[in-house]
């Protein structure tokens, strides 16, 4: 099938990859422009651009799709399917209606729950026990198509987004090519219209952790914001960023230290198993605490 692919950052490579493996035909893949990045601030391309390229890929990077000019370009590359997939640019109707089979999106959630930009972190954060895949047929609203094909994977206690985010980027491939394969065959399912969540953006306002909150809900903040962009505290003027945590048993006044790096809460306690001091490199809580002495309260 002659597909164009759309996608931005490392959760959608291996979605491309997994599309060149199974014989399609990569009529031309966008991504977003090239960003300033690193110390330097040279512009750097996107892992889908960078990954492109190394497979020879023709790549074109429009800061928008709502130009006329955008609407001929994508149409004569006459694609069977467009594959979308964390892109991050919003498909007008013409892009929409180009390709003869439209367009499937791969998106992270189990819609309608979880519609929008940050399904895997929110699906954490609210302490739901499992989310998943959805192959849907996009539409001109937000995550509202309808779903082909859908997988189901839990979340565990203790999983971080970092971790999901993987396990979700390897079933999306799978699940898109199986999709692909028997297109003709899916009958489209429409969202039901109860039980629609909106997966707002991470703001990094929101990382800071807040100990007056009961410990399950730290321990799922913490879990949800890692490995981006990293929840927070204060430990003497220097910034923590916790990486995993537990909720367990404790009770003192929310941020003191009860050992090790075990804090009460608003209600129990968490216990922190990875994090990173500034200028580190990401470390179990034993390492973090060998010439790092610990103030009685964290803030």
Same mark, same amino acid.
């Given at each position: ?32 422009? *090239? ?7 040279? +512009?750097?391309? /996107?892992? %889908?651009?960078?990954?492109?390229? =190394?497979? #020879? $890929? ?60 940050? *399904? ?7 302490? +739901?026990?499992? /989310?998943? %895949?959805?192959?849907?047929?996009? =539409?001109? #609203? $937000? ?74 809900? %730290? ?81």
């Amino acid at each position: 099938m002659r597909v164009t692919f759309m996608g931005t950052p490392d959760f959608s490579v291996p979605v491309l990859d997994a599309l060149v493996a199974a014989g399609h035909e990569i009529a031309c893949v966008y991504t977003q422009p *090239p960003r300033p990045a690193g110390r330097g601030k040279k +512009d750097r391309p /996107t892992p %889908v651009h960078a990954r492109a390229e =190394e497979l #020879g $890929l023709m790549v074109r990077h429009p800061k928008t799709l709502r130009t006329e000019e955008q609407d001929v370009a994508f149409a004569s590359l006459d694609p069977d399917v467009a594959v979308v997939v964390a892109y991050g640019l919003i498909l007008p109707r013409q892009i929409l209606e180009a390709p003869c089979r439209g367009c499937l999106n791969i998106h992270a959630s189990l819609l309608p729950r979880w519609r929008g930009a940050a *399904p895997i972190h929110r699906a954490i954060m609210a302490g +739901d026990t499992e /989310t998943g %895949v959805c192959i849907m047929r996009m =539409e001109e #609203g $937000l995550d509202t198509g309808p779903v082909l094909l859908r997988e189901a994977t839990p979340i565990g206690p203790e999983d971080t987004t970092g971790e999901l985010h993987d396990r979700l980027s390897a079933m999306g491939a799978r699940l898109i090519v199986e999709a692909l394969e028997k297109l003709r065959d899916l009958p489209p399912q429409d969202q039901p219209g109860d039980g629609v969540t909106y997966a707002a953006k991470i703001d990094k306002a929101e990382a800071r952790v807040d100990w007056t909150r009961p410990a399950p809900e %730290v321990a799922r903040h913490i879990n949800g914001l890692s490995p981006f962009p990293g929840a927070w505290c204060d430990v003497a003027g220097e910034r923590l960023k916790l990486l995993r945590a537990r909720a367990v048993e404790g009770t003192a006044a929310p941020g003191t230290v009860l050992g090790g790096l075990t804090v009460a809460c608003g209600e129990g306690a968490v216990e922190i198993l990875e994090a990173q001091r500034q200028g580190k490199r990401p470390m179990r809580a034993t390492e973090i605490l060998r010439g790092f002495p610990l103030p009685e309260r964290l803030g």
